[in-house]
């Protein structure tokens, strides 16, 4: 670690009055590929946000720190309430997992790629969806489960983004589908959402297009787009049902936002 990133993180925990910060999280943000990136998220915190994030950035599963902005964003909340899709096997890059586990978060997961269902159910004690969430309920539609599992997708999707070489051997087989809206109806989900995380490979803005944002909102959404045309579709969608975007520069593949107001 580079002297003016450890003079940071020393600035940092004298604005939050800590002397002290255990050897092993130091030693992680030291050692850690991510080190660098991991800082730039913390200086972007509020500072009164910056200690809880350390505190817990070694228990994080998420790819981009996502639980980390969520948590910030909720003032490191309590027994709050996530939709999280695709979820793969709940741990691994999960973005709820931290909520759960360290929070006492509830809410619902869903995944329609099969290699994943026994190791979600097992591990995560909320509710698990397995059919795959789409613009509207009762369709069939080709999933394409490729041996890089945590890049299936639809497989109208297969070719959307950089990674579609990687899609082509993939198992495919029939799914069902079950709409955002009838996802959170089936589930008696709260009106008033903390985070709605959304990666699945390219059907983002399909998943979104129908959504009845007057039904519910959502506090946080963070919502992946890998660069491709449909990230400008969702942002029109979102800005204009009130989300505001937030650190773009730090949040690279995704886009994340909060609900205005």
């Known amino acids: 670690m580079n002297k003016g990133m450890k003079g940071f ?12 910060i255990r050897h092993e999280t130091l030693l992680s943000l030291e050692e850690s590929r991510s080190a660098i990136s991991d800082l730039d998220f913390i200086r ?19 790819q981009l720190r996502q639980d980390l902005f969520v948590l910030s964003e909720t003032g490191f909340k309590e027994n709050g309430y996530f939709v999280e899709f695709g979820a793969t096997n709940g ?22 790629a099969k290699v994943w269902h026994d190791s979600l159910r097992r591990r995560r004690g909320v509710h698990v969806e397995t059919r795959c969430v789409w613009s509207e309920s009762g369709s069939i539609l080709k999933f394409n489960e490729v ?11 297969s070719d959307s983004d950089t990674r579609r070489r990687e899609r082509n051997t993939g198992r495919v087989y029939d799914v069902e589908t079950i709409s955002l809206n009838d996802l959170l109806k089936k589930f008696n989900a709260p009106k008033v959402i903390d985070y709605l995380s959304i990666d699945t490979e390219g059907s983002e803005f399909s998943i979104l297009k129908n959504f ?28 204009g049902n009130g989300y505001v975007r937030k650190f773009e520069q730090l949040s690279k593949f995704d886009d994340w936002y909060i609900k205005a107001g």
Not at 44 to 62: F, G, I, N, Q, T
Not at 95 to 103: A, V
């Open 91 to 112: 741990v691994n890059l999960s973005n709820s997992y931290l909520l759960e586990k360290c929070f006492g978060w509830s809410g619902i997961l869903a995944e329609p």
């Open 44 to 62: 972007a915190l509020p500072a009164e946000y910056a200690a809880p994030a350390l505190a817990v950035l070694r228990e994080s599963k998420s």
């Open 212 to 239: 009845d944002f007057n039904s519910y909102r959502f506090n946080v959404i963070t919502c992946e787009h890998n660069y491709t045309p449909a990230r400008e579709e969702i942002y029109r969608l979102l800005s």
């Open 147 to 157: 041996e890089n599992a945590e890049l299936s997708t639809v497989h109208a999707f």
């Open 9 to 20: 993180l020393k600035s940092v925990l004298r604005r939050c009055d800590i002397a002290v």
